[in-house]
């Protein structure tokens, strides 16, 4: 039963490829050694610096097209731009009609949604891809449990183009430090400050603040990116922390932003010394003073300070509460036993945040090793495991990109698309509704169709399940009228549902 649970309540799912494991134990722990960041395939697809320079262009054509000159209707239209124009050229500024100022700009926004998909669709294929053939499946459920932890949202076009590269670039390389790295990478990463509009977050009394006052205009501080790291990303609700720590937060935060995506006028110019997408101090926007944040007054001037406050937060108690209970609640229970977060918990505290010795406590506590699958898959889980109980490695790498965003779509959890910085739910009451079942079942039926007669489901579920097949699951497949449908069958069953 061990093997089992180390396949599928840490794992993604059992292959039929993949032996039982002799010592599950150490089988996961061997993970911690053999995990590798760089994803298989990650060089193929769009970087950080390609994604932003083709955003920045888009905004620059816009920005140029806005700033035409209206001409009298019936003359010749000027001709609309095929591609991002980029920072070194220049938009034709002859006098347009109104109609060709409506057509370039819904043009505009229309190969701009174009280019957010082509990175979106290509990045959530590279994720499931890696699911489904990965030999590290431990690690890298760990990876997604931080992705949603960090949940950014894949919403407007920005976010579509950059939300994966938060996970590729921010998380995964951070796996098994210090939780604190992790935290630093994943706030200055791009796609979180746009994300939570912390690249145009001004401090009022910071030099660009004053002079935007002095002109009449709003130069506003954003809370957003300061709340979401107190109560998401660290102490959690309900720990103590005041609407004061949050906008005292938000004021030393102030100058993180985005080269190419800060506040107006200044984007530009910031080009020249800066690739696009990269991370970037300003000195100008940042409220000057001196910060008391949980009860800690901080004194540091410029980006130090709150990286200052970062570095608290990560080594608080709340902190390490937080965690230890989320990463309980996601391998083990619902309601977690207070046991097993209490272990995780000091495993935290006493190393500092380091996270491979947190994952050590997790795969030695008894708790997380009872013969109960208390935990309901999500549509992630779910998909990734039924794919895998079906060796689809190979078909998935001639699918489609966009067949794996329409399945998860389908599911009711569009990758990095949660919706909210909370991410997604996490307990089986937001996913075991009869809708989100039959939805379920719909999936079983395609994925059963592409397996064709290939799979023999009485062996296939005798090996997936073993001692864990109930009566009434056996009985099922073996009345079943086709291969396809005994398949499909196996696909919806409790014991895959469950983990």
Known sequence: ?????????????????????????????????????????????????????GLVAFAEQARAAGKMQVKPAGTVPRPVPDRPVSSQEKVESSPATAQDLRTDRQQIQADLRAFARTQYFAQVGLRVRNAVTTGTPFVERLVHFWAN??????????????????????????????????????????????????????????PFGARAQARGRKAGLNENLGREILELHTLGVRSGYSQSDVTEFARALTGWTVAGFSRGGVAPRL???????????????????????????????????????????????????????????HFVADDPPAALVAKLESAYRSSDGHLATVYAALIAAPEAWQNTYTKFRTPWLWGVAAMRSLDMGAQASALPDRNFVSM???LGQPVWRPGSPAGFDDIASAWAAPDALYRRVEIAGRLASRSGAAVDAREAAAQLFGDGMSDATRRAIANADSPREGVALMLVAPEMLRC
């Open 271 to 329: 080009m020249d010394q800066n690739a696009p997408g990269d991370f970037i101090f300003l000195p100008a926007v940042h409220e000057p003073g001196s910060r008391t944040i949980v009860s800690k007054v901080y004194r540091e001037e410029g980006e130090g300070q709150a990286r200052a406050v970062l570095r608290d937060l990560a080594r608080h108690p709340a902190t390490a509460r937080h965690v230890a209970t989320k990463l309980a609640r």
């Open 408 to 410: 998860f779509a389908d």
């Open 1 to 53: 039963m061990d093997a089992a649970i180390a396949l599928n309540r840490f794992g993604l799912g059992r292959r039929p490829s993949d032996a039982l494991p002799d010592d599950p134990h150490g089988w996961l722990e061997s993970q911690l050694s053999h995990y590798q960041p760089a994803l298989p395939g990650r060089d193929a697809i769009a970087g950080q610096a390609e994604i932003a320079q």
């Open 149 to 206: 932890h960090f949940a950014v949202s894949a919403d407007k076009p920005e976010m579509t183009a950059l939300a994966g590269l938060l996970e590729f670039d921010a998380i995964r390389p951070n796996l098994l430090g210090r939780f604190e790295d992790m935290l630093v990478a994943v706030e200055r990463h791009p796609a979180m400050l746009i994300y939570l509009d912390q690249a145009q977050s001004v401090g009022p009394n910071s």
